[in-house]
């Protein structure tokens, strides 16, 4: 049903006792997901908000052409850390953004298809190819996001986090630096504050939903429970506080907490004296949803020097 892995992952997930973990598993059947809410409607997990931690190696990287207005992010994952930090990768990274800025691929596959702006003569995907192979890794594309407009791009911890925002303002303003500015500004925060919707209108409902139950059944396994009428009452403000965690417009403002995210554009509008909005952004983690590959080095070693 689970194995003895699987309660250890749940343990560095939410930070629960082993014992707890291995309750919640068998509670929930083995169903990982379901565990880790048992465990938030319980009390026991210390933080279920490292839900999207990092379970793969690689570089997530940007391309920014403020002249023709158009940003990129881009994840390309490959099996280790040691290669994500070499200069051949970086360098693949930097390319393969670059293309995507220059060449507006709809998607990998196609990307993969074009002419290389770096190596004129061959394909995008034997360019990669090659460097793959120089590299003696497994190296996959992942995803890319490309905005033109009024964007910005900000690559955190060594290409761990990319952001690319795109703003809403006069084109009268694109080479305005106190838009660059409130752009970049926005975005490091989205690196930092990691929002998932920009409006709350965004959040599907069975979200919301799932968010309410989350915190009904922590009140109801409370010590002294709640009655039901007042827990329906104190879920108002619970899920008022969980819009402001994930909606990037009810955000408080990181360098400046005393200000939220759309007082920060009204405050831009007024001083640059045009509405300035946010169209979308996106926030990439590199390796997110991924699973790292387990390897035991010394018996790694010791396997090849058999072979």
Known sequence: MF????????RELTQAGMMDCKKALT????????????????????NAKKAGRIAAEGVVGGYLCTEC??????EVNCETDFVANTDDFKGLVSNLAEQVGQKDPADVDELLKQQSI???ATSVSDMFNTIAAKIGEKVSIRRFARYEGVVDTYIHLGGR?????DLDAPASLKDSAELRLVAHDIAMHIAAARPTYLTREEVPAEEVEHE?????????????P??????????SGRI???YKEICLLEQLFVKDTSMTITQLLEKASKDLGAKIGIKRFTRYEMGEGLQKRECNFAEEVMSQTKA
């Open 27 to 46: 509670e929930c059947d083995g169903d990982f997901e379901k565990a880790k809410d048992y465990l938030r409607e319980k009390g026991l997990a210390a």
């Open 226 to 235: 709640k009655p039901a009428a007042v827990i329906e009452k104190m879920l």
């Open 161 to 165: 986090i990319g952001v690319l925002v």
């Open 240 to 242: 008022e506080k969980f």
């Open 212 to 224: 309410k139950e989350i915190n009904r059944n922590m009140a109801l396994n409370e010590e002294k």
């Open 3 to 10: 194995t003895a892995k699987d309660v250890m992952a749940l």
């Open 118 to 120: 770096s190596e004129p």
């Open 69 to 74: 207005g158009v940003g990129v992010i881009i």
